[in-house]
């Protein structure tokens, strides 16, 4: 062969080999970069929601400084004007221990879980943590109406008569002045108000979109517990209830006609069962039977998603349908009805034929009762 066409075959095959490797490793430089985007991509994602989340939480604190600085702002002009700066420095000095004591609190760390935990769960916690400190601490409830009746929950946590602070537990934000609603530079409260004055100033903010200071409606509260805002009680499955059923005895107690009978065999499953934290009532129920009125005490439970199941308490039983005396798939009921009341729906019920009363539903006629000790007539 000539060796002009060999060397011309060697320099051809040469640069097909080298064609061949140049793509190889072009491919896998492209791969390597397409794996390095993917990576940087995955990483952008997952730093993204990040950034947002200590924005926001940025503004959060800022929103929080600013109220803070105000509130110092304002007693560094007291104490500029005032002849008794002894006071104001008392109050400087209380309100940065209040600063920090909040810092170091966890309450609203907390996340907020639809009624299980809400705004009035915040405020009930930070008032045991502050009051567990020393602090004077009541509860605020303040309506207003931009569109619709709204409300907030916020501490006052007071100094002394002439001083003290709003804070609202979910941020541990100093926050007075947002509620000076007339801009007099001071808050206005009702102090534990009745229901009559509730309902009149309610009524007074509904009518004419203003309350006791300005846009502002504030009713105070010296505890948590005269308000008793949060329901604290689970509201969990029927299966839940099933189990706690079956573990409860109370079913197994020994019946003895009036000394041990229905209304005490209903009154040891509610106690039993609010132990466990679930809301249970007590049912009165009455009905005709051979021109006799006849009346047994059972149970009502509370469950999740809004249900309500009846309960045989001598036996456990679910009986919801068995008192749904018209069929409609519920069971009605008279709420906390009073004696005098109860007596008369009673003897209405007993003597209809002379009295146009009827049941609440269908034959029967039921009383209910949140607690066993709420029922006004003595079942023994």
Known sequence: ?????????????GLLIGGVAGYSIDYMIINELNNEIKSLNSLISYIVPLVESMESRLKEMSGKLNETLRELENLSENYQISSNATEYEEKFRWLSDLIYDLQMDGTDKNQKNGYLYDDEHFARDLEDYLEGKGYNVSIIIAFYLPDNLSWDIVLKVTKSPDYFVFVNPQTDGIVTYNYDGNG???????????????????????????GNDGEYLLFEFDDYESVKLA?????????????????????????????????DFARELEDALEKKGYRVTIKLVYWM???????????????????????????DEDVTSKYDGD??????????????????WLTGF???????????????????????????IDLD
Request: net charge negative; proline share 3%.
């Open 184 to 210: 007099d530079g001071t808050v206005e409260t009702i102090n534990n108000p009745n229901i009559s004055t509730v309902s009149l100033w309610m009524q007074h903010l509904v009518n004419t979109s203003s």
């Open 327 to 344: 069929g409609d798939g519920s069971v009605e009921t008279a709420w906390d009805v009073g004696l005098i009341r109860l007596n008369i």
């Open 289 to 315: 039977e051979k021109g006799e009125l006849q009346g047994h005490a059972i149970n009502d439970v509370y469950l999740e998603d809004g249900k309500v199941v009846t309960i045989e308490p001598q036996t």
């Open 231 to 263: 329901d604290t009680r689970v509201y969990q499955t029927y299966e839940d209830l099933m189990r706690d059923l079956e573990e409860d005895k109370t079913d197994q107690q020994e019946y003895v006609e009036d000394t041990h009978d229905c209304d």
């Open 350 to 376: 007993e003597y209809w034929g002379k009295w146009p009363t009827r049941g609440t539903d269908g034959k029967y006629l039921i009383f209910e009762y949140d607690d066993f000790d709420d029922i006004p």
């Open 1 to 13: 062969m000539n060796k002009y066409v060999i060397v011309l075959t060697a320099f051809v095959g």
